[in-house]
C-alpha cells in the first residue's frame, strides 16, 4: 500500500521523479516562514492512476503540495510523474494582495519530445512600473546570468506574453544526457537564485494601501482566469485523469480565485 498523504504540507514521494530536488529546495525555503496547511481534497492531494493500453500500461502519480504565510496567499507545486509520457513540476506563488509582489512561477516540463522549462517572477500589473522596476532592476541581471546557458524556449503564446517579465527563464532542450547534466548543474542553481531573490522581496514588502491593494487583487484575478483557461497541460491532465477531475483540479485548485 503506498504512503498516503492527508494534508497540503506532507512530504511529496515519486520514485525517480527528475523533479524531486528542485521540490525538496522549495520546501525547505519554506520551512523559514512558518508555512500553514491548506485544506485540499485527499483526491488531489494525491492521485494514482493507470493510463495507455493492457499491454503497455503506466502509472500515472499526481501530487499537490501546498501552503500559505503571512504574506503569500498560496504557494503550490502540481507535482506529475508518468514515466516515459510526462515528468513535471508546476509550482506557482501568488502573493497576498496586501503587498506589492510579483508571481513566482516555474513550469518544468519534460516530455517525449524534450524539455520546456520556464522560470519567472511573472508581473501582477505588468504596465504599472510601481510595481515592476525594483523587481525587474534585479532579475533582469539574474536572466542575463542564467538564459545564456540555454537555448531560448521560442516564441511565447501572444496572449501570454503579458504574463511574463523581461527575465523569463525560458527554454526547450532535446532529451540527453547533456541537458541532464544542464538541468543539474546550471538550471537547479538558476531556480534557486530566482526563488531566493523573489523570498527576499517577500521578506522586504510592506503592506499597500486598500485602494493599492484592490488594484493588485484585480491584476492577479486576471492572470488566474487566463491560466485556467489556456493551461497547456489540460489535454494531459483530461488524458490521465478524465474531464471532470481535471477541470476541477485546475479551476479549483491551481488557479482558485
Ligand atoms: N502547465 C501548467 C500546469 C501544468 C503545466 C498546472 C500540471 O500551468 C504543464 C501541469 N506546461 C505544462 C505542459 C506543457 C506546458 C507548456 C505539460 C506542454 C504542453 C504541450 O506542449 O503539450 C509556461 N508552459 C507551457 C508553455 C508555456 C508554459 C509558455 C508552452 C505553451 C505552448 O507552447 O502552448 N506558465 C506557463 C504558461 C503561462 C505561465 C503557459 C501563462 C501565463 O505562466
Known sequence: MSYSRLNSL??????EWRWAPFLAHTVNVFSEFQPKAIPIARD?????????????????QINTWACQTKKLRLARAACVEATGIASVLNFLITPSGNYELPFFGADLVTLPAG???????QPVLKADEMHTVDVWERLIPL????????????????????????GFLWARLPL????????QEVLFPAYSDYLLLYMDLVNKAEKVSEERSSKLL???NSYMRFRAKKDPARGMLTRFCGREWAE???????FDL
Open 10 to 15: 506532507d512530504p511529496v514521494q515519486i520514485d
Open 44 to 60: 488531489y492531494l494525491k492521485k494514482e492512476t493507470s493510463f495507455g493500453s493492457k499491454s503497455t500500461t503506466q502509472l500515472v
Open 115 to 121: 524539455h520546456l522549462l520556464a522560470i519567472d517572477l
Open 143 to 166: 536572466h542575463d546570468r542564467w538564459q545564456s546557458y540555454f537555448p531560448w524556449g521560442g516564441k511565447i503564446p501572444e496572449d501570454a506574453q503579458s504574463y511574463f517579465s523581461p
Open 176 to 183: 540527453s544526457e547533456k541537458s541532464d547534466r544542464l538541468i
Open 218 to 220: 484585480a491584476g492577479q
Open 248 to 254: 476541477s483540479y485546475i479551476n479549483d485548485v491551481l
